[in-house]
């Protein structure tokens, strides 16, 4: 979504999709204006010159050895609800290892413009019973790209960051990464946190170009956040401020915010605050993101 014109997009995606999907799309994804929180904005993270959707569509919801909620929909209805959101403007696509999605979002975006989707993934790098991590990011990164059949990743992230030292404790996979952003195998680099210690570290690191950090208006454990809303509201202002693109996680409280007025706080504390570039939601339905979309219209 890097530097083309309106014109230019149309007709390159027109190939992929077929001239009425495209004019849907491209009416309703569209750069953002001041004031707009809209998920089908066109915002840029960060310092990274990458541009996205304001709304991620998360593939990993209850995720965990190599499966998610959303895999165990099945390959029809997977592609389904995303390219239902694709439709709507959200081409932002949020994945891992974790979740088992890779090749679920390659069949999903098959005959798609590449240049007109933003995939971004995590690696995880922990000893688990599902896998045993290399230790570094060239062997896990490869293994992704032919998963997605695709020649790059646009963003690539340490998952699960748990304390204050996985700067040091993971700098093989940071230097490997780095290595491969180098190449332009990798467009950006950073971490998903979920534990306060690492965001604080994560928010000054000069490494770290992309924070997934879990923020709602609730704030604590019981609403999936690593401290009390004021603790993690300053962080995150130090981290934009450094610079850092920051994507906004549990923003309904992994499934704990389902009121409506409940939803509605949230969104409206994190994008009013400007304490996100876009957020990330593991809808399930075209109910969801639908919900989901016209809830971010009008914060």
């Known amino acids: 979504m890097i530097n083309i014109s309106r014109r230019q997009f149309i007709t390159t995606t027109v190939a ?5 999907a495209v004019l849907k799309y491209s009416l309703r994804a569209q750069e953002v ?3 707009s929180f809209k998920g089908n904005d066109i915002v840029e993270l960060g310092k990274t010159g990458i541009k996205v959707s304001r709304l991620a569509h998360g593939t990993g919801y209850n995720g965990s050895r190599r499966s998610s909620a959303h895999t165990r929909l099945g390959q029809q209805a997977f592609s389904a609800l995303l390219r239902h959101s694709f439709d709507q403007g959200v081409f932002f696509i949020d994945m891992a290892d974790l979740y088992g999605s890779h090749p679920f979002v390659r069949e999903t975006f098959k005959g798609v413009d590449r240049s007109k989707l933003v995939f971004l993934s995590k690696i995880w790098p922990h000893k688990a019973d599902w ?3 290399s230790g570094g990011a060239k062997e896990e990164v490869e293994r992704f790209l032919k998963e997605l059949n695709t020649d790059y ?3 690539c992230l340490i998952h699960c960051v748990m304390n204050d030292k996985w700067a040091e404790q993971f700098k093989r996979i940071r ?3 780095s290595e491969l952003k180098e190449k332009k195998v990798v467009r950006a680099v950073g971490v998903s ?7 604080k570290v994560a928010a000054t690191l000069p490494w770290t170009e992309v924070i997934f950090a879990r923020i709602n208006y609730k704030g604590g454990r019981d609403y999936s956040m690593d401290a009390s809303v004021d603790e993690v509201t300053d962080v995150l202002k130090t981290a934009r401020k450094n610079g850092k693109a920051v994507v906004g996680m549990k923003i ?3 499934g704990k915010l389902v009121k409506p007025e409940e939803k509605d706080e949230s969104l409206k504390y994190v994008f009013r605050n400007n304490l996100v570039d876009a957020i990330t939601v593991g809808m399930l339905s075209k109910t969801e993101v639908d919900d989901t979309l016209e809830r971010m219209s009008r914060i």
Not at 16 to 20: D, E, I, K, Q, W
Not at 193 to 199: I, Q, R, S, V, Y
């Open 16 to 20: 992929g999709l077929g001239s009425a």
């Open 33 to 35: 204006k001041p004031g």
């Open 131 to 133: 896998t045993t991590p």
């Open 153 to 155: 990743l646009d963003i």
């Open 175 to 177: 230097d490997e990464l």
């Open 193 to 199: 946190c979920h534990d306060f210690g690492a965001l």
């Open 252 to 254: 309904f409280g992994a």
